[in-house]
Structure formats: structure tokens, C-alpha cells
T-cell receptor
Framework: DAKTTQPPSMDCAEGRAANLPCNHS???????VYWYRQIHSQGPQYIIH???NNETNEMASLIITEDRKSSTLILPHATLRDTAVYYC????????FGTGTRLQVTL | NAGVMQNPRHLVRRRGQEARLRCSPM?????VYWYRQLPEEGLKFMVY????????ESGMPKERFSAEFPKEGPSILRIQQVVRGDSAAYFC?????????????FGSGTRLTVV
């Protein structure tokens, strides 16, 4: 699994875009970048994943740099319910969770 | 289509007792993963199972912990002779394919408290 580095915490105003960065400079060619989040003490929730191309779904967008050494998760219009710990994972098999970024969305 | 079902949601055991945690994967999923989350810590991988097979148990403690995923029925994580340090949230996830790039679906977890 790729080693990932994320800022420990971030704040975002409600209604604004939340941009969560992740460095994964050791990622190998067959490893995808996954993003999950954990709201309070609930089970982790899948957000999005990608390999090379940028991806978008109903929850978020994922921007992966051309060299694949970093990525950014974008929540286009953050709400209070998006307050959670966000995990970036680089893997070709099982998910290995790091410490993530604690996103606090405020009024 | 129900998601991943874990039960019980909360389990209290006295030191020395056995804890049995159950996980029913999503319909059609044949791969199950167990994770443990100690208070104020991140999720740690424990074991990965396919029907009737343990594929990766690199995260399982060497003693007292075992897991199974029988041909019929849920996956079971069993902790024998529990100690206070086993108090944690245990999450189960399921997926459709091994090493395929699909998002795993997690259950709501079992909170084990050892008193």
C-alpha cells in the first residue's frame, strides 16, 4: 500500500468548496486512490476512487495529478453534515487507514 | 438491498468471557474484511476472508482472536478470554471482488465493552 500524507485538520465554511489534499508519492501503477470518510463513530463511508483520470460522482470530485503523486478531494458545497474524518488510501487490495483529515464545516 | 449488517450493535462482556461478533455481507458479496478501532484511534485492518477461506490475517492478534466465514451464514469474529484492552469498535466491510477496484461497504460496527 502507498504511504499517504494528509493534513490533520481543516476548516470550511458551509456552502463553500472543501478541498482536501493528499500526498501519495510512493503510489505504484496498479494502486488506486480511494477516499472514505467517517462521521463521528459510524462505519466508514465510501466517497470516490480513481486511478489516473479525474473522477466525479454525486458526492465529490477527485483530482489526481498527472504524476499520480498527489490528489485532491473536492466537496463542492460543504454542509454541516460533511463534518467528518476523511481518509485517503492508496491500494490495490485491502484498505489501510491512516490518521486522515478532520474536516470541520462551520456556519 | 440491505447493506452490511453487524450484530450486536453493542456488546458488554466481563473479563475472561468470550465475545462473538457477527457480520452479514451485502447480498452477492463474497469477501469480508474486519477492522478494529480503539478509542480515539484510526481503523486497523485485522483479517480478510472469502467464503470458507482466510486470505489475509496479518492484522489479527496471535492469540485469542479468530475469524471465520462459512459457506452458509455470517462471518464471525471471535474473541476468547476478553481483556479490557479489547474494548473497541469492530467494523466489518464486504466487497464483490478480490483486488478489484470497487468501494468496500462498511457496516455500522459492534461496540465491545469489557468490564
Amino acid at each position: 500500500d502507498a504511504k499517504t500524507t494528509q493534513p490533520p485538520s481543516m476548516d470550511c465554511a458551509e456552502g463553500r468548496a472543501a478541498n482536501l489534499p493528499c500526498n501519495h508519492s510512493t503510489i505504484s501503477g496498479n494502486e488506486y486512490v480511494y477516499w472514505y470518510r467517517q462521521i463521528h463513530s459510524q462505519g466508514p463511508q465510501y466517497i470516490i476512487h480513481g486511478l489516473k483520470n479525474n473522477e466525479t460522482n454525486e458526492m465529490a470530485s477527485l483530482i489526481i495529478t498527472e504524476d499520480r503523486k498527489s490528489s485532491t478531494l473536492i466537496l463542492p458545497h460543504a454542509t454541516l453534515r460533511d463534518t467528518a474524518v476523511y481518509y485517503c488510501i492508496g491500494t490495490a487490495s485491502k484498505l489501510t487507514f491512516g490518521t486522515g483529515t478532520r474536516l470541520q464545516v462551520t456556519l | 438491498n440491505a447493506g452490511v449488517m453487524q450484530n450486536p450493535r453493542h456488546l458488554v462482556r466481563r473479563r475472561g468471557q468470550e465475545a462473538r461478533l457477527r457480520c452479514s455481507p451485502m447480498k452477492g458479496h463474497s469477501h469480508v474484511y474486519w477492522y478494529r478501532q480503539l478509542p480515539e484511534e484510526g481503523l486497523k485492518f485485522m483479517v480478510y476472508l472469502q467464503k470458507e477461506n482466510i486470505i489475509d490475517e496479518s492484522g489479527m492478534p496471535k492469540e485469542r482472536f479468530s475469524a471465520e466465514f462459512p459457506k452458509e451464514g455470517p462471518s464471525i469474529l471471535r474473541i476468547q478470554q476478553v481483556v479490557r484492552g479489547d474494548s473497541a469498535a469492530y467494523f466489518c466491510a464486504s466487497s464483490n471482488f478480490k483486488d478489484r477496484n470497487y468501494g468496500y461497504t462498511f457496516g455500522s460496527g459492534t461496540r465491545l465493552t469489557v468490564v
